[in-house]
């Protein structure tokens, strides 16, 4: 038996991710083959990941399965959060207003500046000596 689902690909930094969500579910929520409050213990990471729910008002109504990878915790927590967003658009177009509104569907474009030669990094300058 197959399962309906709507799929959404979010990405932030280095990470990538690709979010599935089930509606009718039961509220779990899956990243890498392990649930979510274990693969991101850190606190408040969950409410962030689950913003666009939280704005429509349907926090516990879909399963959400994810892989994700590359990049760092914030970094992966903001891409499976846009994914989620997507995700939400291709399930019912009409939340584009509620989303857009609460600045979810918009991808943060921000990445590392690359290191320029003859600095330590991408702006820090060696220390200046005099003697």
């Known amino acids: ?22 509606p009718g ?11 979510a409050v274990d693969y991101m213990p850190r606190e408040g990471d969950m409410e962030i990941m689950l913003q666009p729910l939280a704005a429509i008002g349907q926090e ?16 992966q ?3 499976i959060r846009l994914g989620i967003a997507r995700a939400l658009l291709k399930l019912d177009p009409d939340m584009r207003p509620t989303l857009r509104q609460a600045d979810l569907l918009t991808r943060d474009a921000r990445v590392k500046e690359r290191k320029k030669p003859g600095l330590k990094r991408a702006r820090k300058a060696p220390t200046y000596t005099k003697r």
């Open 60 to 75: 516990r109504g879909y399963d959400i399965s994810v892989h994700v990878n590359g990049g760092g915790i914030s970094g």
């Open 25 to 35: 579910g039961t509220g779990r929520f899956v990243i890498n083959d392990k649930e």
């Open 77 to 79: 927590r903001d891409a």
């Open 1 to 22: 038996m197959s399962v309906q689902y709507y799929e959404g690909i979010g990405r932030r930094k280095e990470a990538s991710a690709r979010v599935r969500l089930v």
